[in-house]
């Protein structure tokens, strides 16, 4: 055989070569590295040294089969080198997910980025790459930051993550998964609030801010506080006119006209505008017959964000929609050289459903891309989108390209994609062909 693998072997083989070979193979294993055979004869499946110590429950021993071949050569790949031959291979193994092997696979060195759907194995692949950039790239876990979007996102990625190590650990006793399991909690698998958060507790002094920044939402008392504005403003309507507040604003409610407000003042917010920005920020001019509004809101919103704005410095804490305003201004303000205070070096920025990430996220991870010369994957689905209403009219994927380019970096951004589902499950399948009519809405 040639030259040893450090991560995965793929092999093309018949069922004799395979045998004459098994001691080296299972060493392969034995060591960690995956092993990917590709061959004719459904007797390897049955081969007693892969079948005695786990290797497929390990996860690290494929084997694909189609007997309609005649193997006349045999072909291996160490280590993803060669991805031209690996594609050549899959054609004839349908079963097979080549779009993974080769993301998985892909250059140390390579900004990546992923378009896939639902149910394609999205943490799968982003998992084998972590994999690879342990085994392959000798990469310590601390130099990973891997960003979801939701808490439970991150910790099942963290929990099949350690669950792979201590798989791998228990059937090849290397020291070096023992390595990687007790530096796991150092990789930073976070939120993108949580990230955030973590990002101002280090450089937050830049804005004024202590270690002890709390995160707070504010809800009860940015309602309250419009009440109150609200009181204010209209103290002098009720002076010369005759009646109550509620007939001023009729045919509004009070709670009508709050609830107005407040979702008039979070659209500032939603769309990335600074506390000071809204505090100067032009109305413009109304239609006729809607000039008291327009000078309402004006007023009530402003006079409610210096109290806000006040009342964070106060307590030292952030709203959510706060953490990534104030990194962007922090960004704005001293640029790259504010993250490279961090005390933790990125190597790696893992961004899972990149395309709900709004454009003021996207240009914090291209900064830190920058001040680190981090490379990045990101990966999410294009066609589907629950954050974008955030002001932006073009994808994630177009504005981190247009950024990096800016900087005269390069993003993988033609090649990567995702597209085997495996949601769908084969009964469903089956059910629908086998008895079509038998499907009905209600």
Known sequence: MGSAPEYSLVLYADYSYIQS?????????????????????????????????????AK???????????????????????????????????EFNFDQYRIEHAPLEENIMVKAGAGTGKTTVMIDRILFLFMKGRLDPSEIVMITFTREAARNMYKKLRKELFSRFDLTGAKEYIHWIEKLNSMRIQTIHSFAKSLLKEIGSLRGYGLNVRLRSF????????????????????????????????????????????????????KGFTSNEILKANFGTAASGHEKMNELLETVIKKVEARFTQ?????????????????????????????KKLSSKISYLFVDEFQDSDDIQIRQFVTIQEAFSSKLFVVGDIKQSIYRFRGANHTAFEELTKLLNHRDVKINDQDYYLQKNYRTGKTLLNHAVLAPNSLKLE
């Open 21 to 57: 070979e098994i001691h080296t193979l299972c060493s392969y294993m034995n060591a960690g590295v995956k092993l990917l055979l590709f061959t004719n004869s459904e007797r390897v499946r049955d081969t007693n040294e892969f079948l005695e110590k786990g290797y497929k429950q």
């Open 60 to 94: 690290l021993l494929h084997i694909f089969v189609n007997e309609e071949l005649d193997i006349h050569k045999t072909i291996q790949v160490a280590d993803g080198v060669d991805l031209q031959q690996v594609g050549e291979i899959s054609k004839d193994y349908h």
């Open 219 to 270: 809800t009860m008392e940015k309602r309250r506080w419009i009440e109150e504005e609200l009181d204010t403003y209209f103290q002098k309507e009720l002076e010369s006119v005759h009646g109550n507040i509620e007939t001023i604003i009729s045919p509004l409610k009070m709670y009508e006209l709050i609830d107005v407000i407040y979702d008039f003042w979070e659209k500032f917010e939603q």
């Open 311 to 339: 009342a964070k410095v106060n307590e030292n804490s952030l709203s959510l929609s706060d953490l990534s305003r104030e990194m962007d201004h922090i960004q704005e303000q001293y640029g790259k050289e504010a993250f």
